[in-house]
């Protein structure tokens, strides 16, 4: 065998002695300048936990086989935060969009770098990626932004890989925390007419297109008048408003998903509140004269400017939400509200795949499944009453032994 297992003395974090092992693999010869000869070169490698002689031996079989096969590399030595310098300048700022970069900003910044900035990235185990999801998880984040914690985590340990820094991804062998579905709010049809009651006449047409549309609230704020159909009653959304995070500037840009560019179907209410407020903004144009910024918005400001996503959000739904003696939902509550009302009046799963715009149907279901109607009973009743006619009256009973 080309290598060796080699005992060094150590400290546990108890400050208790301990042995560690480490691998020495025999790489080959390298002409040395000083001495005029050639050099045998060795590649050390400590065992990672569990740090024993069986799993020293295993290691250091694994890498003299990668060595005959010619796949045996010593990684860089980057620790994670230079290591993620370099993917978000290589890879993040080329391929994601600026309000995603953002977001991972701030998981770079608030979890991943705190946890595991210092590390060495090929130090980084199973355990620490664990170890950080327990963390996050017992500090009372929510499961879906655990979640992506460790999905930005894997992405970037997958181009580590790619890249040959690192052999092997860690966080593949964690599993992810699971969402509980009770995490999702919506309002009944009672609460919603109560929330337009209370909300200003200058914001109806912008909460009525919310409930009936399923937008997010970044759609809403693109929504220009170029994009309505007036003959059809629907649509066109093709751009998101988003807000600057991080430093990251906001401003226009692609829908979430290549999904989520498409169109959506206007009740006739919408449609008549949305004529009501172009009449009530043209009038505001007029009136703004040289001062009034046209970008065709639907929903803007008085001089005609984008909206702030905080101020609709704090100012507007917030305060409507108070004035309805209604509990304090998040926005994109309303999308589910949409939801939960189109399953409420039995419309088809496909038709609310396409009114959200999900990419499957997938989605869907298990976003919204467990708010469908129960079935299976009447399913089989008629299953019945198809191959054997109409049900008896009279209830089966088990035969009772003599």
Not at 193 to 208: H, Y
Request: proline share 4%.
């Amino acid at each position: 065998m080309q290598g060796s297992i080699v005992k060094r003395p150590g400290k546990a974090k108890n400050g208790k002695p301990v042995v560690h092992y480490h691998i020495v693999v025999d790489v080959g010869e390298k002409w040395d300048a000083k001495t005029q000869r050639k050099k045998r070169v060795q590649k050390w490698e400590k065992v990672p936990p569990p740090n024993t002689r069986k799993h020293a031996q295993q290691l250091l079989a694994e890498r003299v086989a990668q060595l005959h096969r010619d796949e045996f590399f010593e990684a860089e030595k980057i620790s994670f935060r230079e290591f993620k310098d370099r993917w978000v300048k290589n890879y993040a700022r080329g391929q994601v969009a600026s309000s995603t970069l953002s977001l991972y900003d701030g998981l770079f910044r608030n979890h991943l770098l705190p946890a595991l900035g210092e590390h060495q990235l090929e130090q980084i185990t199973v355990e620490d990626v664990q170890a950080l999801q327990a963390a996050k998880l017992s500090n009372g984040l929510s499961p879906q932004t655990v979640i992506h914690i460790l999905r930005l985590l894997r992405q970037m340990l997958e181009h580590a890989i790619d890249w040959g820094y690192l052999r092997r991804n860690p966080t593949k062998k964690v599993k992810f925390p699971r969402l509980r579905r009770n995490e999702m709010d919506f309002l009944t049809p009672e609460e919603v007419q109560n929330l337009f009651a209370q909300v200003p006449e200058t914001w109806k047409a912008f909460f009525i297109t919310a409930v009936t549309t399923g937008m997010r609230i970044s759609e809403l704020l693109a929504m220009k008048w170029k994009h309505v159909d007036w003959r059809n009653g629907r649509y066109l959304v093709t751009e998101i408003l988003t807000r600057r995070r991080s430093g990251v500037a906001g401003g226009f840009g692609d829908p979430k998903t290549e999904g989520s560019a498409a169109s959506v179907d206007l009740t006739p209410t919408c449609m008549a509140v949305l004529k009501q407020h172009h009449q009530l903004q043209s009038a505001n144009k007029l009136a703004g004269g040289g001062e009034y910024e046209d970008l065709d918005l639907i929903f803007s400001t008085e001089k005609g400017r984008p909206l702030d996503h905080k101020n609709v959000v704090n100012r507007q739904f917030a305060s409507a939400l108070t004035a309805a003696g209604l509990r304090h939902i998040r926005f994109h509550d309303l999308r589910h509200t949409c939801a939960a009302l189109l399953i409420d009046q039995r419309e088809p799963v496909k038709y609310i795949q396409r009114q959200l715009r999900h990419t499957s149907i997938k989605t869907t279901m298990d976003r919204y499944g467990h708010l469908l109607p129960e079935r299976s009973r009447q399913a089989m009743e008629k299953l019945d009453a198809r191959l054997f006619g109409e049900p008896s009256n009279q209830a089966a009973t088990p035969a009772t032994a003599s």
